[in-house]
């Protein structure tokens, strides 16, 4: 499907043609209503998936988790979008901040469809295991592996991108200037015959081209009085060329096997296979994925609960005390 007819449901458009998002991107075709799309689609499917976590505790807490869920991923975004942009353009790269917000609602959306595809799941265990550390263990890697692949593919656009030149320097994308289709290929002297007449000196302004004389051929010479004398030509030394063994020399005016005339300031061609240098921006785009991850993580925690304890009572926000990441040991540990 083309990105002109795009799917009524974003994220089948997003899996199943992916290559006209990117193009859509790099283009900036429409990228108001297409991040408008990934955003509602986001913000349906990450109240659905908050409403199976508070349900655990109660259908109140349920109604606040579909509310929070979804704030904490705009949260999160509006918090470090700033500063992939900035990143971007210190290291110069053109990329607009519609371009931007478009690269991360793609890995929002593709988080936020696959956690609402794993409620079922959740769901099933809310009703057959209700043990509240294992179901925020389960919910708290199932949204991890849900992140994991959707930071995959912000990395694939941005790599699209780059390709497309948008995260190098200007400087760098700029095309060297095309070679002079009038440039003369270097010349190859032309090899004479064993026999030949000799050759009289070219005339006062005419240009002289190269001739390769075998050994022992005599070449003509003008005198002053313009009388031509001949005189025997020196022994040609051997070309060596490289891979050539030692002692084997080819015939005068001949090029060896594979050689191809180079026009002048040609440089050769680069080696299949070489490796490209990583742009700044693609090494930035890792820092930064951490970043939005311990951005997000605290934000989870200060926006708590989502899960809701049942020996608490119902409650909007805890008290900001320890971290995520102890919480989650504390619970592996006490499982």
């Known amino acids: 499907m083309s990105g002109d007819r795009p799917s009524p449901l974003v994220i089948e458009r997003i899996l199943r043609d992916r290559d006209s998002i990117w193009q859509q991107i790099v283009a900036e075709r429409d990228l108001n209503a297409l991040t408008g799309r990934m955003l509602a689609s986001s913000a349906i499917a990450l109240a659905c998936y908050g409403a199976v976590l508070g349900f655990f505790h109660s259908p109140l807490m349920a109604l606040t988790s579909a509310v929070k869920l979804p704030l904490l991923f705009l949260v999160t975004l509006a918090i470090c979008l700033p ?7 210190v290291f110069g790269a053109r990329l607009s901040v519609r371009q931007s917000l478009a690269l991360v609602m793609v890995a929002i959306t593709v988080t936020s469809m696959l956690a609402v595809a794993f409620a079922p799941i959740s769901l099933f265990f809310l009703i057959t295991a209700n043990d509240y550390g294992f179901f925020k263990l389960l919910n708290v890697a199932i949204l991890t592996l849900s992140a994991l692949v959707g930071l995959r593919f912000l990395t694939s656009g ?5 390709d497309h030149g948008l995260l190098a ?7 060297a200037e095309p070679v002079n289709a009038q440039t003369p290929v270097q010349a190859v002297p032309a ?10 000196a070219p005339a006062a302004g005419q240009s002289a081209e190269p001739v390769a004389v075998p050994a022992g051929v005599a070449v003509a010479e003008s005198t002053a009085n313009g009388a031509l004398t001949t005189a025997p030509a020196p022994a040609p030394v051997p070309a060596q060329w490289p ?3 030692a002692g084997a020399s080819f015939p005068p005016g001949m090029l060896p096997p594979g050689h191809v005339a180079q026009r002048p300031g040609n440089s050769p061609p680069a ?6 240098q990583r742009p700044a921006s693609m090494t930035l785009l890792y820092i930064w994925i951490l970043l939005f991850g311990f951005v997000g993580t605290q934000l989870a925690w200060t926006l708590r ?8 009572d119902f409650a909007f926000f805890r008290s900001i005390d320890g971290n995520f990441y102890a919480e989650i040991l504390r619970t592996i540990a006490n499982l």
Do not use: S
């Open 243 to 245: 891979g050539q063994p």
């Open 271 to 276: 080696r299949r296979g070489e490796p490209t």
């Open 305 to 312: 609960p989502f899960f809701g304890d049942p020996g608490q």
């Open 191 to 200: 090899a004479v015959p064993v026999g030949a007449t000799p050759v009289a």
């Open 83 to 89: 500063t992939l942009y900035l990143f971007n353009l």
């Open 158 to 162: 941005m790599q699209v991108l780059n």
């Open 169 to 175: 320097p200007e400087a760098a994308n700029a095309k």
